[in-house]
């Protein structure tokens, strides 16, 4: 139903900045919220950031808040995660994820997800 495709990963020094993209496509979909999550060597998956689709609610982790920002590009259906002032700790793999339908909490419930982006942040 939805195919989602990050971008934007690379390699960059502690205090940089990088600009991750994802791209959904499909035949026919729906979207109610959009979010980043990461997951470095050894650790669980963890939320980073998540948008309601339609009128831009965003949500943080506490370990972002301040230095990403999450938007959205609802024409081209393309999400977006601007990351400033990196630190080594923010190095892992970057995921898109995508939920068609409502539920209790916003951060969470994805359903569709992409197959990652790699952030890797020198010290």
């Known amino acids: 139903q939805v195919q989602l495709a990050e971008s934007g990963g690379g390699l960059v020094q502690a205090g940089g900045s990088l600009r991750l993209s994802c791209a959904a496509s499909?035949?026919?979909?729906?979207?109610?919220?959009m979010a980043w999550f990461r997951q470095a060597p050894g650790k669980e998956r963890e939320f980073v950031a998540a948008?309601?689709?339609?009128?831009?609610?965003?949500y943080y982790a506490d370990s972002i808040k301040g230095r990403f920002t999450i938007s959205r590009d609802n024409a081209k259906n393309t999400l977006h995660l601007q990351m400033n002032s990196l630190k080594p700790e923010d190095t892992a793999v970057y995921y898109c994820?995508?939920?068609?339908?409502?539920?209790?909490?916003?951060?969470?419930?994805?359903?569709?997800w992409g197959q990652g982006t790699q952030v890797t942040v020198s010290s």
């Open positions: 994820a995508h939920k068609a339908g409502v539920t209790p909490e916003v951060t969470t419930g994805f359903g569709s």
């Open positions: 948008t309601k689709w339609i009128g831009g609610s965003t």
């Open positions: 499909g035949r026919s979909f729906r979207t109610y919220a």
